[in-house]
């Protein structure tokens, strides 16, 4: 008890001497162990629990959905940035170059052999020469890399005439400081070899800016002369590329970026072009983009001042379009289906695809139709894409607002936060099963006469169902399976011969789907040879947004896809 009083003792002391010291050193927590309930607070007749506040239920899941995001802005990339992406500057050339020029510093391997034996590394000294034992200085300064032999053979059969052999050979590039300036990231002065070639020099300053620099004006100068232009669209469009010999204090300049349109749509090279003068032909801009086999109209966009213009050309007429600084370019295939396919599947004995005009419909198809004996025209089932990728949509869409429910649910006591938790997670289990279904895309027909003013589309599937005499039976029964059709039958005999419902079934809510596609709910729902029986499970859950939630995608997925998700 002492030890207690000291401690509340030096507690107050220091909340009043230094509140914030009181705060860190004092936490609650340790304030309620040390105090007994007794001397906390005043003995309430009927102490009622403190409900903890309110909060938002939130369980991190990798299956949530994200929502669609609006469209965004193609970004086009600048045609030649590519290049700059480390791989020239981690690679040094010292290979064979023919017109590459021996420089001071240079070294020389120069072999003799026969009444003469030499072997060694010669270095280009200030005057240009290198220094053979017994056959004195030889002037290389200046010679091309291919005529070096011949130059030191020469020297030195002037001394031994013809009964020596000589090899000379370029061993080591003299190294250079090399200074790159103008429109690029990181403008400098980089050391490397004087056979180097610019493209190296230009990726160690980090290539050219691409919102800033020209790709095809570069310059190499030497003091205030220039020494050669580079044009990078001739090395990535036809591989060409000069191999410039570099000197101490030679200067890389990279102008400023010239008129560039963008070009997107159908066509190989999707990127932003640089060009000189005011405009490029449309020759020559397609030249550059290179459109797929497919294109045949081109839109352009230009922007002049506050206003916008667009023009629509056909791909035949490039040689009257001129295209500005600023313009952006489209590359569209505007073509127009001149007939479709149609696939035929199920039992029948005629071909499998048609090739149809278009704008045909399926009474022009069924004359085609070569039934055999199996064959239920009746029942006749068409599947498509489009109606497949829509299904998809509502589901995708039924289960983001399904998810929206479940995290965002408020718990007002921590045993209701719990089950909120667990009720959390087995819908994220339920989302991550769901969102894998692939709908069927089934277009239903109705009757045989209303169908055949059906307009079909390019991949159409056209299905000729089998005559069945079973019905099959899925879902929550205790024995799902095919039970033979029994005229005159209802739902519940069916059921039963599947065993009854199990404890999970959802008495109310069973789907008939027909061969045809129709579907109907309920017990009183006649019942025909091939039909299929859906016994949904029933969902416990303590909120109604809930239960109604996965039972609609049930609905859907059973529906579009003939799938029942029975454990998730």
């Known amino acids: 008890m002492k030890t207690l009083i000291i401690m509340i003792f030096l507690f107050l002391f220091f909340s009043l001497v230094c509140p914030v010291y009181a705060q860190q050193s004092f936490p609650a927590q340790i304030i309620q162990q040390i105090i007994p309930s007794q ?65 001071i510093g240079d070294i020389i391997a120069v072999r003799i052999w026969g009444a003469f034996n030499y072997e060694g590394s010669l270095t280009v000294d200030p005057q240009g020469n290198i220094f053979i034992p017994q056959v004195g200085p030889v002037k290389v300064l200046g010679v091309r890399n291919a005529e070096l032999n011949n130059v030191v053979e020469q020297a030195v059969r002037k001394v031994f005439k013809n009964i020596v ?11 250079v400081k090399v200074f790159v300036t103008g429109f690029v990231k990181n403008p400098g002065l980089y050391g490397g070899l004087s056979s180097n070639s610019v493209l190296y020099y230009l990726d160690r300053a980090g290539g050219v800016d691409s919102q800033r620099g020209s790709f095809i004006d570069i310059t190499v100068l030497r003091g205030n002369q220039v020494r050669a232009k580079v044009n990078l669209y001739d090395f990535l469009l036809k591989g060409k590329l000069d191999l410039i010999q570099m000197v101490d204090g030679d200067t890389i300049f990279v102008a400023p ?51 916008k213009y667009t ?43 048609l090739i149809l005009p278009y704008g045909a419909k399926l009474g022009d198809v069924l004359p085609k139709i070569v039934p055999n004996v199996r064959s239920n025209l009746e029942a006749i089932q068409l599947f498509r894409k489009s109606v497949a990728q829509r299904q998809k949509e509502m589901i995708l869409a039924s289960l983001q607002q399904l998810q929206s429910y479940a995290l965002t649910g408020r718990a007002e006591t921590q045993e209701e936060a719990t089950l909120r938790t667990k009720e959390a997670e087995l819908i994220m289990r339920f989302v991550e099963v769901a969102k894998n279904v692939e709908p069927k895309g089934q277009v239903v027909l109705g009757s045989l006469e209303e169908a055949k003013e059906m307009l079909l589309e390019d991949g159409d599937i056209i299905v000729i169902p089998e005559y069945k005499s079973f019905v099959t039976v899925h879902g929550e029964v205790r024995f799902p399976n095919a039970i033979i059709y029994t005229l005159g039958k209802d739902i519940d005999y069916y059921i039963k011969q599947a ?17 045809n596609g129709k579907f109907e709910e309920g017990k009183k729902a006649k019942i025909q040879p091939g039909d299929e029986i859906f016994v949904l499970p029933k969902i416990e859950a303590k909120r109604i947004e809930i239960v109604r939630g996965i039972t609609q995608i049930l609905y859907q997925i059973a529906i579009s896809a003939r799938v029942l998700l029975m454990r998730w």
Do not use: W
């Open 499 to 515: 065993g009854g419902f199990t404890q999970r079934a959802n008495k109310n809510v069973v789907i008939v789907i027909h061969q």
């Open 165 to 175: 052999g000589v090899y000379a050979s370029l061993e080591t590039a003299v190294p």
């Open 257 to 307: 970026k010239k008129s560039s349109f963008s070009v997107s749509g159908e066509v190989f090279n999707p990127f932003q072009f640089e060009f000189e003068g005011d405009f490029i032909t449309g020759e020559e801009a397609m030249k550059l983009a290179k459109p797929k086999p497919g294109a045949t109209h081109i839109t352009i966009t230009r922007k002049q001042g506050l206003e």
């Open 39 to 103: 001397m906390q607070q005043p003995a309430q007749p009927q102490p009622q629990p403190i409900q903890p506040q309110a909060q938002p239920l939130q369980v991190p899941s990798p299956a949530v959905i994200q929502p669609a995001q609006p469209p965004q802005p193609v970004q086009i990339t600048v045609f030649g940035e590519q290049l700059f992406l480390g791989r020239f500057a981690t690679e040094q050339f010292t290979g064979f170059n023919p017109d590459y020029q021996i420089a």
């Open 311 to 353: 023009e629509y050309y056909s791909i035949n007429e490039l040689d009257k379009i001129k295209i500005y600084n600023g313009d952006e370019v489209i590359v569209l295939s505007d073509r127009y289906p001149g007939t479709i396919i149609v696939r035929i599947e199920g039992a029948h004995s005629g071909p499998h695809a």
